[in-house]
T-cell receptor, first 113, second 114 residues
Framework: GENVEQHPSTLSVQEGDSAVIKCTYS??????FPWYKQELGKRPQLIID?????GEKKDQRIAVTLNKTAKHFSLHITETQPEDSAVYFC????????????FGSGTQLTVLP | NAGVTQTPKFRVLKTGQSMTLLCAQD?????MYWYRQDPGMGLRLIHY???????AKGEVPDGYNVSRLKKQNFLLGLESAAPSQTSVYFC?????????????FGPGTRLTVT
């Protein structure tokens, strides 16, 4: 089955700096890659996603890049703010199936004021 | 629109007891999923359903059963709870259409088995 690895497990940045979280996946058939943000005690919420026919997608301060050849994708957050502090999860799934998501183990991002 | 709701929010069980977690969605989604989340780990898929009356095993199905008798509800059962099932359980749903991939999560159920 699919295996998703996520790095780093913890990340601290100064407010205003950029943060990058990286994930690799094992199944070359995967073609949907969402990123979820989870605040303490809350449910995961989708912040951005990308499909395999696109190499990069941007939404304001958040961007995701995908390298299908290398089987890795990354989340980029620019101009970080204290409210960006949370756990971020990457995931991968295969279109045409029930779209089961395989999640990475998460990155605790702390933005220091 | 309530979205995805879960009942109960918290529960404490003794080893060997049984219980059922209820997930309900009012978005007319076809696909529904049950995940568990343990500290330091991502969410792991327990069971899922692609429509009313259908269920399938996910990554960690042992010790759990599910049923989807109505499209809007997805039930997760623990027949004989074990301490290893202490976790936070999340339900999610998805439209299932070709252009709609996003999974919407419920607020979670925190289960402790003593």
């Amino acid at each position: 089955g699919e295996n998703v690895e996520q790095h780093p497990s913890t990340l601290s940045v100064q407010e205003g700096d950029s943060a990058v979280i990286k994930c690799t996946y094992s199944d070359s058939a995967s073609n949907y890659f969402p990123w979820y943000k989870q605040e303490l005690g809350k449910r995961p919420q989708l912040i951005i996603d990308i499909r395999s026919n696109v190499g990069e997608k941007k939404d304001q301060r958040i961007a995701v890049t995908l390298n299908k050849t290398a089987k890795h994708f990354s989340l980029h957050i620019t101009e970080t703010q204290p409210e960006d502090s949370a756990v971020y999860f990457c995931a991968a799934s295969i279109s045409g199936s029930a779209r089961q998501l395989t999640f990475g183990s998460g990155t605790q991002l702390t933005v220091l004021p | 629109n309530a979205g995805v709701t879960q009942t109960p929010k918290f529960r404490v069980l003794k080893t060997g007891q049984s219980m059922t977690l209820l997930c309900a969605q009012d978005m007319n989604h076809e696909y529904m999923y049950w995940y568990r989340q343990d500290p330091g780990m991502g969410l792991r898929l327990i069971h899922y359903s692609v429509g009313e009356g259908t269920t399938a095993k996910g990554e960690v199905p042992d010790g759990y059963n599910v049923s989807r008798l109505k499209k809007q509800n997805f039930l997760l059962g623990l027949e004989s709870a074990a301490p290893s099932q202490t976790s936070v359980y999340f339900c999610a749903s998805s439209y299932g259409g070709l252009a709609a991939y996003e999974q919407y999560f419920g607020p979670g159920t925190r289960l402790t088995v003593t």
